[in-house]
């Protein structure tokens, strides 16, 4: 267990127009609970959301009073911070390795990017400072011939994070869609 990857959620910033909050998680498993409509899922997918999930459901109050978030990690022991704005997908999430100096210069821990990020890089990353190996499934797993495509952390971390209303549900794997559903399928067989 000790050689295991890791990924420990330490806490989540939420960087506001007047107010910042701030979420901490102790050590072990932590319970997310509350009434209805009083942001449970807004934490978990704003976590998601900044360690590359493609988009991030729409809540009028962050809407109103958020601009970016921070979550604060600890990869097979090692600190990192991943920050990325609520209101614009297209940008960057940009990845430090212990704290944000705000007086210096931060190191951005990111892939050397020139122009538009590729899809999912910072997913890949995140996998490569997990040690986690590269690993690919055919787009079409029926055929010999198959595209392959490379598994990534975004891919890994939709199955960890799940709404409840997701478990018991016909678009788990994206039925609907061909594509997805057998890329959806062929990452729960990896998994």
């Not at 990020?117 to 198959?146: C, Q």
Request: glycine share 6%; hydrophobic share 40%.
């Amino acid at each position: 267990m000790n050689n295991s990857p890791t990924l420990i959620i330490d806490k989540l910033e939420i960087m506001g127009l007047t107010k910042s909050y701030e979420i901490f998680f102790k050590d072990g498993i932590n319970i997310i609970w509350g009434d209805l409509d009083c942001g449970k899922s807004s934490i978990l997918g704003i976590i998601a959301y900044c360690l590359g999930a493609s988009n991030l459901d729409s809540y009028e109050e962050l809407e109103t009073k958020a601009h970016s978030a921070r979550v604060s990690v600890t990869i097979n022991g090692d600190k990192y911070i991943f920050e990325r704005s609520l209101f614009n997908p297209d940008s960057y999430i940009k990845g430090f390795k212990k704290k944000i100096n705000p007086a210096g210069p931060s190191v951005i821990l990111s892939p050397d990017l020139d122009g538009d990020a590729p899809d999912g890089y910072i997913a890949f990353y995140i996998m490569g400072l997990m040690g986690l190996p590269i690993a690919k499934i055919k787009v079409s797993p029926s055929k010999t011939d198959s595209t392959l495509n490379r598994v990534s952390f975004k891919d890994v971390l939709k199955f960890l994070y799940l709404k409840q209303k997701e478990i018991a549900s016909d678009t788990l794997l994206n039925m609907s869609e061909k594509y997805r559903y057998v890329k959806n399928k062929e990452i729960l067989k990896f998994l």
